[in-house]
């Protein structure tokens, strides 16, 4: 599908940023900062060049390659003389800058001082690591010129963990500028960028995440397994190659987080049993890869929602496209090398409906998050959406509502999710979450009951669709 799918709400938080810098600002300071930083490939590159594109103003746009500080330098000059700022064509006979200094007081001089311009530093982190100084540097040349004059200073980052530090206390570009979350197009932009109705969508944004890379090669209407059979007989497709090299990227040497994480992506929940498939590598050892995994939002770790504190911690991969792609597509790619992707095919045909089902519960959690209690579909009170569970799984709720989390001291509702193709929710479902309910601390026979269906119902209980899901991020 042509044409920009998505980003409202980035778009539009670009645009405000934007504002003061057009107009002058109040303090005198027209300058502004934002750092922008979400996972590889989710867009947001592709988010910028777009919003320069909406906003038709003069710009540069230099991204880093991460090899060495003098070859960002000169990779920084070139792109500002072959930029569109007023003064760059002046640059072409200097010499390449020694400093990140030198090279942002020249940036400075090509900079309109009477009209607004934007200035692009993508993969930030890569500065940050070649040159300790480079905050420092950006710090000052931020506050004694860049502040001064309309500029609208974009710094991105896919390296999460690093961006998020830029602006806390202590460094030295903290309060400069505004921070701005990318994340991954949702079931909503899914179905509309691909055509499909919202089953359908939410069946793509498990096995893409969103990721748009992945959907610029899913072609328009297409349903998952006629993308799959296509998808898995080419070893350059956007959903081979994405994976590996964002865990690359991540983990350049953390060689037992990348274990770890594999063990989390084939199913393992708990410490114990993710440290036994990962090797039996010691218990320090797996706990290090956990916080490593989880302080970079790879791993998200979650404790049941009731009335009762509990230590049962459980982890899953964060992001749906790399869950899908530790559970088959990595394990497979011998397979698809070989000209065999049809084997593979047949292995995600076979656990899919088991897989899907696990899988689509955060995504639904999240759903039933965002529709909240202000539009009638959830009870009053309900701010808070988790899961509950025993060591022993018995029992297992896959939707808490509560008025707050970890430990609530409400509980609003109680509900399960039936993901199933031609097998609607029905009074045995009911009488099964009926008990479950019995069981879950702060609950009682008043607590209402939710069903969330992916083929309708037939218990008299309140339920929701695909349809009524989509409509939260709509």
Same mark, same amino acid.
């Given at each position: 599908?042509?044409?920009?799918?998505?980003?409202?709400?980035?778009?539009?938080?670009?645009?405000?940023?934007?504002?003061?810098?057009?107009?002058?600002?109040?303090?005198?300071?027209?300058?502004?900062?934002?750092?922008?930083?979400?996972?590889?490939?989710?867009?947001?590159?592709?988010?910028?060049?777009?919003?320069l594109t909406r906003a038709g103003l003069p710009h540069v746009f230099f991204t880093a390659v991460g090899g060495s500080r003098e070859a960002d330098l000169a990779g920084f000059a070139a792109e500002v003389s072959a930029s569109p700022l007023p003064d760059a064509a002046r640059f072409n006979a200097f010499t390449a800058p020694l400093t990140w200094d030198a090279a942002l007081s020249m940036l400075t001089s090509a900079l309109p001082t009477d009209s607004p311009s934007v200035v692009v530093l993508d993969e930030m982190p890569y500065l940050v690591r070649e040159d300790p100084?480079?905050?420092?540097?950006?710090?000052?040349?931020?506050?004694r010129t860049l502040s001064k004059l309309p500029v609208l200073l974009v710094l991105i980052g896919s390296d999460i963990a690093m961006m998020e530090q830029l602006n806390t206390y202590?460094?030295?570009?903290?309060?400069?500028?505004?921070?701005?979350?990318?994340?991954? #197009?949702?079931?909503? $932009?899914?179905? +509309?960028?691909?055509?499909? /109705?919202?089953?359908?969508?939410?069946?793509?944004? =498990?096995?893409?995440?969103?990721?748009?890379?992945?959907?610029?090669?899913?072609?328009?209407?297409?349903?998952?397994?006629?993308?799959?059979?296509v998808a898995?007989?080419?070893?350059?497709?956007?959903? #081979?190659?994405?994976? $590996?090299?964002? +865990?690359?990227?991540?983990? /350049?040497?953390?060689?037992?987080?990348?274990?770890? =994480?594999?063990?989390?992506g084939h199913g393992e929940r708990t410490f114990t049993l993710i440290g036994r498939a990962a090797g039996g590598i010691n218990s320090s050892s797996v706990a290090r890869s956990l916080e490593l995994l989880t302080s970079r939002r790879m791993v998200a770790a979650e404790t049941p929602l009731s009335t009762r504190p509990s230590r049962e911690t459980r982890y899953r991969i964060a992001d749906p496209y790399l869950r899908f792609w530790l559970s088959f597509i990595g394990p497979g790619i011998p397979a698809i090398e070989r000209g065999r992707g049809d084997r593979v095919l047949d292995t995600i045909r076979a656990r899919w409906t088991s897989w899907r089902g696990r899988a689509i519960e955060p995504v639904i959690r999240e759903a039933l998050w965002r529709l909240g209690s202000d539009e009638g579909q959830l009870p009053a009170g309900t701010d808070a959406i988790g899961g509950y569970w025993t060591r022993t799984n018995d029992p297992e709720i896959d939707i808490v509502g509560a008025d707050r989390a970890p430990i609530a001291k409400k509980i609003t509702l109680v509900g399960s999710v039936k993901w199933l193709e031609k097998k609607p929710f029905d009074h045995r479902d009911l009488a099964r979450l009926v008990a479950h309910r019995?069981?879950?601390?702060?609950?009682?026979?008043?607590?209402?009951?939710?069903?969330?269906?992916?083929?309708?119902?037939?218990?008299?209980?309140?339920?929701?669709t695909p349809e009524d899901l989509h409509h939260a991020w709509t």
């Amino acid at each position: 599908m042509d044409g920009f799918i998505g980003r409202r709400t980035e778009l539009g938080l670009l645009d405000d940023l934007l504002r003061p810098v057009r107009t002058g600002g109040r303090s005198g300071r027209p300058g502004r900062a934002v750092l922008i930083r979400g996972r590889r490939r989710v867009g947001k590159s592709r988010l910028v060049e777009e919003f320069l594109t909406r906003a038709g103003l003069p710009h540069v746009f230099f991204t880093a390659v991460g090899g060495s500080r003098e070859a960002d330098l000169a990779g920084f000059a070139a792109e500002v003389s072959a930029s569109p700022l007023p003064d760059a064509a002046r640059f072409n006979a200097f010499t390449a800058p020694l400093t990140w200094d030198a090279a942002l007081s020249m940036l400075t001089s090509a900079l309109p001082t009477d009209s607004p311009s934007v200035v692009v530093l993508d993969e930030m982190p890569y500065l940050v690591r070649e040159d300790p100084s480079f905050e420092g540097t950006l710090q000052k040349a931020f506050d004694r010129t860049l502040s001064k004059l309309p500029v609208l200073l974009v710094l991105i980052g896919s390296d999460i963990a690093m961006m998020e530090q830029l602006n806390t206390y202590g460094r030295p570009f903290y309060q400069r500028g505004t921070e701005m979350v990318v994340p991954p #197009l949702n079931p909503a $932009e899914v179905a +509309l960028m691909l055509g499909l /109705p919202p089953a359908d969508a939410f069946d793509a944004y =498990l096995v893409s995440g969103g990721l748009p890379l992945i959907l610029e090669e899913w072609p328009r209407g297409a349903g998952l397994w006629e993308y799959l059979e296509v998808a898995l007989r080419s070893p350059t497709s956007a959903l #081979l190659v994405s994976g $590996e090299r964002s +865990l690359s990227a991540e983990f /350049p040497a953390e060689a037992q987080a990348r274990t770890v =994480l594999g063990a989390i992506g084939h199913g393992e929940r708990t410490f114990t049993l993710i440290g036994r498939a990962a090797g039996g590598i010691n218990s320090s050892s797996v706990a290090r890869s956990l916080e490593l995994l989880t302080s970079r939002r790879m791993v998200a770790a979650e404790t049941p929602l009731s009335t009762r504190p509990s230590r049962e911690t459980r982890y899953r991969i964060a992001d749906p496209y790399l869950r899908f792609w530790l559970s088959f597509i990595g394990p497979g790619i011998p397979a698809i090398e070989r000209g065999r992707g049809d084997r593979v095919l047949d292995t995600i045909r076979a656990r899919w409906t088991s897989w899907r089902g696990r899988a689509i519960e955060p995504v639904i959690r999240e759903a039933l998050w965002r529709l909240g209690s202000d539009e009638g579909q959830l009870p009053a009170g309900t701010d808070a959406i988790g899961g509950y569970w025993t060591r022993t799984n018995d029992p297992e709720i896959d939707i808490v509502g509560a008025d707050r989390a970890p430990i609530a001291k409400k509980i609003t509702l109680v509900g399960s999710v039936k993901w199933l193709e031609k097998k609607p929710f029905d009074h045995r479902d009911l009488a099964r979450l009926v008990a479950h309910r019995s069981e879950l601390p702060g609950a009682d026979d008043a607590t209402p009951l939710l069903a969330v269906t992916r083929s309708g119902c037939t218990a008299d209980v309140p339920s929701l669709t695909p349809e009524d899901l989509h409509h939260a991020w709509t």
